[in-house]
């Protein structure tokens, strides 16, 4: 039997999968051979640093990405079992799991491996991957060596551990590969079963698209996924589907699955009622692919059965369950008696389930009890009959005469719940720990199918509300195990003869009176009517409108349907933030009551916020005078060391580049730290993101940067005393550019960083030395509709006109630097509006709202309507600003705040007609259809829009209220330093354009992508037949600020129409459309005519005619069906007029020109132009290839001493025709070395 490394390495091995994408997780998309090269390095890492060795573990723990996938897999190969450890895991149990497993590494990802990086050593992925010896050998491993170990509820309060051999998941694959194959062109979704499912579709060579994590139970999101890239087969619980069902119409439900071919259900009892509801949405021309299988699966023995319920509902009566199937062959499954020892029962007879054969887990670890009572060592004399070992699955069910399988439900000490097996005793066991509890028993209530739910009987020490029981559960139990229900009772019944609870004797659950206490009933109107919905949809009769719809037993998919009622029952649409903001019924109807008055939508106290936050004591009289006398008028900081926060963000990596570039000062970094990604690593790649790293600067960066790991929200900056304490003494300035931006979420969700940071950073600049203060604030601290608001106004009454998360803590923040300031710290503020590309990379914040307008105006050929004043200012300009006050103008600016606002910039419109000047046309239409619009487009762009539209744009009017900014403190210090703010204007035509380059691997093919991408900030697919001239190309650009993402290579023979018509196909796929094609291909040979014919003859007659004529042919169907484009021929002087020595080059290029010549009459009515580039003499490799001597030392003129073209004279002539508004044609360009006209 194989291992799940030897399927891998099997499947890796063969051509034809090598090449195919097997992991898709947004932008990423890796291969099988990437997949399979990574996974090699990083399990070889594992061995090198960390000792992994065979039947060791490794933990993953990171939310569900590409990823894990990929330490999924390297894991396998270093012989090591992988432990998944739920990011929703409470730390006690992760604390639990790690001590006893004891991982050799745990991988991470930034974001989420602080919260246990000190209970194993971590690997934390970051932008690269560590590369370690060759000479490390990964072990060889057997089908019995243990492949991962799973978790799940045990039965004392802890979970347990379940060690799952290689030949289990490797027996299951290889029968689904068998029974359920792939086909062309499948691609999976995986989530809910992610360890299960993900490696799956990768061994056959299937795109695995990963669903984030947020997606999974954002029901609309989940079906925007599914349809965007066509998924052909997913698994979901029952409960799940159900959910998908519940809140979307017919319509959309079958535009979700049309393209699907295999809907898996799993972890649930499946009912018959969903299986009719989903058959009888789809039509019966989808019906008749579509196969919806039933799989009947047990982490302790992986796949039992399989079911085709749409051949099942078809061709079988109803009932209330739909069967499971046929069991696995080789799979042994035993229906038996427990009260009588191992006795099966007879066919057709219900009983508990009991499972044999390959795929039994190895045992649960450190459970000796447990591994007793489930996993059954079978009896020598019934060997023959049951096998030698079964599991104890805990199902109760029975097998039909045709040796079908049907469940009917769980028994009494486990049950599993939205598709999670829960220990009865386990919940109990937690329950009875709590001090003010006595006894209890747990049950499960609600028929098998539905949503079922726990209920505790508890019998108390003392008084204490459901509502306090619920909150100290969930400090220890994972939140699907916490009862929805607890009945208090005196005692509990007991069977007189055993004196065992009595289960039976139990009373129903009264949701009435045992739910909620008689003091948080409803008291409003709108309380009565939202208790109702929630009563509905949790299965209730009543609820406590002061708990938390999460903590009475809800969970994402019964929000999504909760939200979807309150918009029918009150016609609003809420969403699932203001829901989790919102979580009862009491705090969610005051939000629905004031809906209109959107002034208490985001309440908060901001003057309370302020004073809970002041250090009122930070008034050091004797710091203070001693650091003014020490400053004179003439005081410079150019040369001291400054504290930089925010460093690895959009306007603080400018920051950092100016003051090395312009000042000799000495930086430190604060930067969070990530185990396994060094903070040298985080901070190299904010700077070559934003296109601005050299050379110099990465040597400047090594002598005068120092980074130290620590978060600005934490307690002397997450350093230790010691640390700390020599840093306070280290520094000199602070420049405090850290804060999490983010216009969707509320006050509390970013306080930390942006209120708690700041008072933190305050704190250091008062302790032992004073260290003067530039913060970095926001306009949005101001009100909205205000004029002429400059530097000076009194900014106090704010209380109620801030109505975002962001300027409310920003505001706060502010305040509490004034208030310092006050005191005598010298500080200054500068209020910064929105930050555009910097004007020498032209690199965007990808995340700012502008740009995304733009972004999606562009892309949707629609813009919306606006009487709007975009307001903006080039980075570039603010962090030189910044620079120079610090530098320049201590005493002038001292005290001071500067807006760095642009109230006179350019109107929406006009930027429109710029862009429809740059020949990307756009129409103008209402903003709210233009809204509608973006929000059916699944792309991450127009999605992160439209939540900030939905959050912050009520109307147009939003655009027409904003403040209007002087900058009086700013132009003074402008005029002084002689310097003007900047005017934003229209910028080159070619910027975002999509170009096509052949012949691009050296000389003129080369300039050109050069010139293009650096200069032009065009997105360039460039081929040649030299594959690693194109990769040497790429490493170059990259190197000089190009960002990869704009950079497509493919190599490709222009002579094939097969070879360009599939570079085509990538940059449509990659880009999404075709703006320019550049054909450069060529080549020319000196030959007498006298000594032909020759190879060289037919050589350029197929590069130069035919390779251009592909090139053509394959570009225009898009450009006629985009109704815009431009070809640029690279043709030759000798196209206008013959040159001896070059008679069949001169031929070639006369046929391109004339072919260029009818084609542009042609294509006059497509808005597409052609340009013919005539180049002279030009220094390239290409006047090196001649063979015929006799024609080159008569007619080769290029070495004759005089100056002759570069290939940058050529590209920049390129540059300019594609430069020319849509209106210009520029059809030819004659182009010659001056000392040698034609």
Not at 400 to 425: A, F, H, Q, W
Not at 1095 to 1124: F, Y
């Amino acid at each position: 039997m194989s291992t799940l490394v030897e399927l891998f390495r099997k499947a890796a091995n063969q051509a034809e999968l090598k090449s195919k994408i097997v992991v898709c997780d947004g932008d990423t998309k890796w291969t099988l051979a990437e997949l399979d090269t990574m996974s090699e390095k990083l399990a070889k890492h594992f061995v090198e640093k960390y000792g992994a060795k065979r039947g060791d573990c490794i933990g993953i723990y990171m939310n569900k990405c590409a990823f894990y996938a990929l330490a999924y897999t390297a894991a396998l190969k270093a012989g090591c079992a992988y432990l998944p450890l739920d990011v929703f895991y409470p730390q006690p149990l992760l604390i639990d799991i790690i001590t006893e497993i004891k991982p050799v590494v745990i991988c991470s990802t930034p974001d989420i491996a602080n919260c246990i990086s000190d209970l194993a050593p971590m690997y934390v992925f970051g932008s690269s991957l560590p590369n370690p010896s060759q000479s490390i050998k990964l072990p060889e491993i057997g089908p019995d060596d243990r492949a991962y170990i799973v978790y799940s509820s045990g039965t004392t309060g802890k979970p347990k551990g379940i060690e799952c051999p290689h030949r289990g998941a490797a027996f299951s694959y290889e029968y689904r590969f068998v029974k359920y194959p792939y086909v062309e062109n499948e691609r999976e979704a995986c989530n809910v079963f992610f360890v299960w499912e993900l490696f799956r579709p990768i061994l056959q060579g299937v795109e695995m698209y990963v669903i984030p994590d947020n997606v999974i139970y954002d029901l609309p999101e989940l079906c925007r996924f599914l349809s965007t890239h066509k998924i052909t087969r997913m698994m979901f619980t029952p409960s799940l589907l159900e959910a998908v069902l519940d809140t979307h119409s017919d319509e959309t439900i079958r535009s979700t699955f049309h393209t699907f071919r295999t809907i898996l259900l799993c972890g649930e009892v499946v009912t018959y009622l969903l299986l009719k509801r989903i058959l009888d949405i789809l039509p019966k021309m989808e019906a008749s692919f579509l196969s919806i299988l039933n799989l009947y699966s047990i982490s302790e023995c992986h796949d039992v059965s399989y079911s085709n319920l749409t051949e099942v509902f078809y061709t079988q009566p109803s009932r209330k369950y739909a069967p499971v199937g046929k069991v696995i062959p080789g799979v042994k499954v035993h229906v038996i008696d427990v009260s009588e020892g191992l006795k099966e029962v007879p066919m057709g007879v219900p009983g508990e389930i009991f499972v044999g054969g390959p795929a039994l887990a190895i045992g649960y670890i450190n459970r000796p009890e447990l591994n007793q009572h489930r996993f059954i060592t079978v009896p020598d004399e019934l060997r023959d009959q049951l096998g030698d070992r079964l599991y104890r699955t805990g199902d109760w069910g029975y097998l039909l005469p045709n040796s079908v399988l049907e469940i009917c439900g769980r028994c009494d000490t486990m049950v599993k719940i939205r598709g999670y097996s829960i220990e009865i005793l386990a919940v109990e066991s937690v329950i009875l720990e709590l001090p003010y509890v006595k006894s209890c028993v747990v049950i499960s209530v609600g028929a098998e199918g539905d949503d079922k739910q726990l209920a505790a009987y508890v019998v108390l020490k003392e008084n204490v509300t459901r509502k306090q029981m619920r909150a100290d559960l969930k400090k220890q139990l994972p939140f699907y195990m916490v009862p929805s229900y607890f009945v208090y009772l005196t005692s509990l019944p007991v069977v007189p003869a055993s004196s065992k609870v009595d289960k039976k004797a139990l009373p129903p659950v009264d949701q009435q009176k045992d739910a909620v206490e008689a003091s948080a009933l409803p008291k409003t109107a709108t309380e009565e009517r939202l208790a109702k919905i929630w009563a509905e949809v949790l299965s209730r009769t009543a609820v406590d409108i002061q708990e938390s719809f999460f903590d009475l037993g809800g969970h994402s998919l019964m929000a999504a349907r909760l939200l979807h009622k309150i918009e029918e029952e009150f016609g609003i649409q809420l969403n699932m933030r203001e829901l989790f903001a919102t979580p009862t019924v009491s705090s969610l109807a005051r939000r629905i009551d004031h809906k209109d008055d959107s002034d208490n939508l985001e309440h908060v106290d901001l003057a309370h916020q302020v004073n809970i936050h002041d250090f009122k004591d930070n008034v050091m009289d004797l710091h203070l005078r001693a650091f003014w006398r020490s400053t004179d008028m003439d005081y410079s900081f150019s040369r001291d060391i400054v504290l930089l926060t925010g460093v690895t963000g959009f306007i603080g990596s400018h920051i950092l580049v100016k003051l090395l570039l312009t000042t000799e000062m000495r930086v430190i970094c604060l930067i969070r730290e990530s185990a396994g990604v060094t903070t040298q690593s985080r901070l190299i790649d904010s700077i070559e993101k934003m296109g601005m790293m050299t050379n110099t600067l990465n040597d400047l960066i090594k002598s005068r940067v120092k980074i130290i790991s620590g978060d600005v929200a934490l307690v002397r900056l997450g350093l230790s005393e010691e640390e700390y304490l020599f840093l306070t003494y280290e520094v000199d300035i602070v420049i405090h550019a850290a804060a999490y931006v983010n216009l969707i979420f509320p006050y509390q969700a970013l306080h930390g960083i942006n209120v708690l940071g700041t008072r933190n950073i305050l704190d250091f600049c008062h302790q032992n030395k004073v260290k003067p203060l530039y913060y970095l604030s926001t306009d949005a601290v101001i009100p909205s509709n205000l004029k002429d608001v400059d530097e000076d106004i009194s900014n106090d009454d704010v209380q109620g006109k801030l109505m975002n998360g962001y300027a409310q803590t920003k505001w706060v923040a502010e305040r509490l630097v004034i208030n310092s300031q006050v005191r005598g710290l010298p500080t200054v503020i500068f209020r910064l509006g929105n930050q555009a590309a910097s004007m020498s990379t032209g690199r965007w914040n990808n995340q700012d709202f502008i740009y995304l307008l733009i972004f999606c105006s562009i892309q949707s050929k629609m813009a919306p309507d606006l009487d709007w004043v975009v307001e903006f200012t080039p980075v570039d300009f603010t962090s030189s600003f910044i620079t120079q006050i610090l530098t320049k103008s201590f005493r002038a600016s001292m005290g001071k705040i500067f807006h760095l606002t642009n109230s006179n910039g350019p109107t929406w419109r006009q930027i429109v007609n710029w862009i429809n000047d740059f020949g990307i046309p756009m129409r103008l239409i209402p903003l709210q259809q233009w809204v509608q619009l973006i929000s059916t487009n699944e792309g991450a762009e127009y999605q992160q829009l439209h939540k900030l539209l939905q959050v912050i744009v009520k109307d147009d009017t939003f655009f027409g209220a904003q403040s209007m900014y002087k900058r009086t403190n700013t132009e003074k210090v402008l005029k002084d330093m002689g310097g003007t703010y900047p005017v934003v204007t229209k910028r080159k035509a070619t910027v975002g354009k999509v170009c096509i380059v052949t012949g691009a691997s050296t000389g003129i093919g080369e300039a050109i992508v050069r010139e293009l991408a650096l200069i032009g900030y065009m997105k360039v697919v460039f081929c040649a037949r030299r594959r690693t001239k194109l990769m040497e190309l790429v490493s170059k650009l990259e190197a000089e600020g190009c960002m990869s993402s704009n950079l497509l290579p493919v190599a490709c023979d222009i002579t094939q129409m097969s070879d360009i018509q599939f570079v085509v196909s990538r940059a449509v796929e990659t880009y999404g459309t075709i703006d320019v094609l550049v054909n450069n291909a060529g080549c020319m040979y000196y030959e007498m005519m006298k000594n032909g014919p020759t190879k060289e003859w037919n050589l350029q007659i197929d590069v130069n005619c035919r390779g251009t004529m592909n090139c053509i042919g394959a570009v225009l169907p898009h450009m006629i069906k985009a109704g815009s484009g431009h070809i640029v021929n690279i043709t030759s002087d000798a196209g206008k007029r013959g040159f001896a020595g070059l008679a069949v080059y001169s031929g070639t290029k006369f046929f391109i020109e004339g072919m260029s010549q009818a084609l542009r009459l042609e294509m006059v009515e497509h808005g597409i132009r052609v340009t013919n580039v005539q180049p002279g003499d030009v220094e390239t490799e290409i006047s090196n290839y001649s063979t015929d001597k006799e024609a080159c030392s008569k007619y080769d003129v290029s070495k004759a001493g005089h100056p002759i073209l570069s290939s940058s004279d050529v590209a920049r002539a390129v540059l300019y025709a594609v430069n020319q508004p849509s209106s210009v044609a520029v059809n030819e360009i004659l182009i010659e070395p001056q000392a040698t006209p034609i």
